[in-house]
């Protein structure tokens, strides 16, 4: 079946620097990728639509300068976050849409917790 | 008010219980109605979905889906100690692979 793969899983920063999450699709193409952040006990609340070879769409209220993602390719997207701080410790998902045929589903990737201090 | 509501619990059951699980929302373009289950630190795995108004049966898993009520469920019948999880609700105006909005989820843990 379809696998989408994130990584780091976990990631430990200091405040002020920078970090990347990459997300692949594993055995598909995937045109658009999604990613959403995940604070306790709260639900997911998706952060931008990436789409490969232009840019990203961002949900109101995201700092498109904060989280910059990149869809370089049919099977990567990045996050990175830029001058990371403690509030933005979080769990970070991304999904990829398959569209091959007879699919036309979500999967979701594994999540990176992401502990600046 | 959020788009869509979901008691956060946490729900303990026996195991073998039936259990309940609910959410609410306020948006009426909504057609597509999924639910996901997510085990602890690891991304949402989708359970089932449902298009428009109706019940959908997999297994011991029952959705239905009351969009005069705004109301959607999923019922787990002769649960096991392995269905505890979190059960997240999703819903979309356009499609399952479409911008998802989600709840808050429900943390069920059955018991032996």
């Known amino acids: 079946g379809a696998v989408v793969s994130q990584h780091p899983s976990r990631v430990i920063c200091k405040s002020g620097t920078s970090v990347k999450i990459e997300c692949r699709s594993l055995?598909?193409?995937?045109?658009?990728m999604f990613w959403y952040r995940q604070f306790p006990k709260q639900s997911l609340m998706l952060m931008a639509t990436?789409?490969?070879?232009?840019?990203?769409?961002?949900e109101q209220g995201v700092e498109k300068d904060k989280f910059l993602i990149n869809h370089a390719s049919l099977t990567l997207s990045t996050l990175t976050v830029t001058s990371a701080h403690p509030e933005d410790s979080s769990f970070y998902i991304c999904?990829?849409?398959?569209?091959?045929?007879?699919?036309?589903?979500?999967?979701f990737g594994e999540g990176s917790w992401l502990t600046v201090v | 008010q959020k788009e869509v509501e979901q008691d956060p619990g946490p729900l303990s059951v026996p195991e073998g219980a039936i259990v309940s699980l609910n959410c609410t929302y306020s948006?009426?373009?909504?057609?597509?109605f999924m639910w996901y289950r997510q085990y602890s630190r690891k991304g949402p795995e989708l359970l089932m979905y449902?298009?428009?108004?109706g019940n959908k049966e997999d297994g011991r898993f029952t959705a239905q889906v009351d969009k005069s009520s705004k109301y959607i469920s999923l019922f787990i019948r002769d649960s096991q100690p392995s269905d505890s999880a979190t059960y997240l609700c999703?819903?979309?105006?356009?499609?399952?692979?479409?911008?998802?909005?989600f709840g808050t989820g429900t943390r069920l843990q059955v018991t032996l």
């Open positions: 999904s990829a849409r398959d569209l091959r045929t007879g699919q036309n589903t979500i999967y």
């Open positions: 999703a819903m979309s105006n356009t499609g399952t692979a479409s911008k998802l909005t």
């Open positions: 990436s789409n490969e070879g232009s840019k990203a769409t961002y």
């Open positions: 449902t298009y428009s108004s």
């Open positions: 055995d598909f193409q995937a045109t658009t």
């Open positions: 948006n009426s373009a909504f057609q597509y």
